[in-house]
């Protein structure tokens, strides 16, 4: 298996070294000239306090311009998100110009995008994560401008560890012991709508992340095809099947960020596993959790385990049908710059993609955790989005659909590991052969 990995982790890189980012340049492409009074359409999220966060950008910049833009608001979910995206730009119409993506989205977006990089100088591009730009590129081009980076955190009630003599877990397995003494401790006293640990369990993309993570932390690997090897999935399925009517409820099954922040900030969980942006939300006024919540980095699984999180985070794109490409591209220069982007941290706890703002005093102040992030940033996982190109969303949704098997006690987790092996190895053939003819065309 180590073979194989390897194969395609060193194509993956051959991939990426034949990158250069160039200086902005017109050659073939449409040259930025802006005129006055242009409407641009584009997609913006509509999670937590995304939409706002957007209109207000892009209010000051149509103010600054004269230019007009209309919001179409895109679904909470990322997975859907897709769906409607694809089905904007496979029809290649020109009625959107501007798309916000998710980090998973570069192999589909490439087709359908501008090169950013002829647009964007290298400075303005070295700002950023150089993760965060890699993860954008395909072949020469940089599909999209990072626009916030995500990573899976642990949330908990301080409160509460301290009032059971509790420390924060290292390991899942210290969480779920220390999540199941607490929620049967305040269930006979009374509080029996305490949850011991939720998490984003709708078979959607969400719960993919937290399936990447969970097999990571428990030492296993996302893509093996020796399914009997793999005993760090094994755990981590292991550990999956014994989460529901434990700690956590049955009711995960249908729970996505928002739901998991809700019950959150209700003050109705130990444990919440979720992204950054909430923390802004459940310290925001009139929370009944203000005060009581710390942190953490994702914990270790097993004993030879490693803390991680998954890499998420979405960037901007334009649409190569947009028949407003120099409006478009100066847009997403406005969105993704450094004074957007600390706002966006400030106001809501989005991550910046753009390093120098984790040093930023008035940003570190409202978000005192970013070291955690930042922490976090340094030992990522990522999904396996670059080795499946364009196939990814079908096998995210596999791997979602199998964790809930799982999670239900449909299949045992030995099981659950061999699928997954079978059913990636199907389409990372797949993927392959075009990766192949890709790296072919670009020398
Ligand atoms: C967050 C992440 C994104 C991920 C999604 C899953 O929005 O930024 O990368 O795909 O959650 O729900």
């Not at 719960?207 to 428990?218: K, Q, R, S």
């Not at 760090?232 to 292991?238: D, K, V």
Request: net charge negative; aromatic share 10%; proline share 5%.
């Amino acid at each position: 298996m180590h073979r194989i990995l390897a194969g395609i982790l060193g194509l993956f890189f051959m991939i990426q070294s034949t990158i250069a980012i160039e200086e902005p340049t017109t050659g073939g492409a449409p040259t930025p000239q802006l005129s006055a009074s242009i409407s641009l359409k584009m997609t913006c999220r509509a999670k937590g306090q995304e939409l706002e966060l957007c209109k207000n950008a892009v209010q000051e910049w149509e103010k600054k311009t004269g230019n007009t833009v209309e919001i179409i608001p895109l679904p909470q979910s990322s997975s859907e998100s897709y769906a409607l995206t694809q089905q904007l730009l496979s029809t290649q119409s020109s009625d959107v110009d501007v798309f916000q993506a998710d980090v998973t989205w570069s192999s589909f977006l490439h087709v359908h995008v501008v090169p950013l990089n002829r647009y964007f100088s290298k400075t303005e591009l070295s700002e950023h994560f150089p993760a965060t730009i890699k993860n954008n590129i395909i072949g020469n081009d940089l599909v999209a401008i990072p626009w916030y980076t995500d990573v899976d955190l642990l949330f908990y009630r301080k409160d509460l560890l301290e009032k059971y003599g509790e420390r924060p877990p290292t390991s899942w397995e210290e969480l779920a012991r220390i999540a199941q003494k607490i929620q049967d401790a305040e269930h006979a006293a009374g509080n029996e709508r305490l949850l011991g640990y939720v998490f984003r369990g709708k078979s959607y993309e969400g719960l993919t992340c937290h399936v990447v993570e969970w097999i990571d932390a428990f030492g296993g690997e996302i893509i093996n095809p020796n399914a009997t090897e793999n005993t760090g999935a094994r755990e981590a399925f292991t550990f999956c099947s014994k989460l529901l009517s434990t700690i956590s409820p049955v009711g995960i099954l249908t729970y996505t960020e928002e739901e998991v922040r809700g019950v959150f900030q209700l003050g109705d969980a130990v444990f919440a596993h979720n992204w950054p942006y909430m923390w802004a939300l459940v310290h925001s006024e009139g929370s009944p959790v203000i005060g009581k919540v710390g942190i953490m980095v994702l914990p270790k699984g097993g004993e030879s385990g490693k803390p991680t999180s998954v890499l998420g985070g979405w960037g901007l794109c334009v649409s190569k049908y947009s028949k407003n490409q120099a409006a478009a591209i100066d847009l997403v220069r406005w969105l993704t710059r450094a004074e957007e982007q600390q706002k966006r941290a400030i106001q809501s706890s989005y991550c910046p993609t753009i390093m120098a703002l984790y040093k930023d005093p008035d940003v570190l102040a409202k978000n005192p955790f970013f070291e955690e992030v930042f922490q976090a940033l340094q030992t990522v996982v990522l999904r396996p989005a670059a080795y499946l190109g364009r196939f990814y969303p079908q096998v995210s949704t596999i791997i979602s659909n199998l964790a809930q098997d799982v999670l239900l006690k449909k299949i045992p987790p030995q099981e659950a590991v061999e699928r997954l092996s079978k059913e990636i190895a199907i389409f990372q053939k797949r993927a392959l052969k075009k990766e192949e003819i890709k790296v072919e065309s670009a020398e």
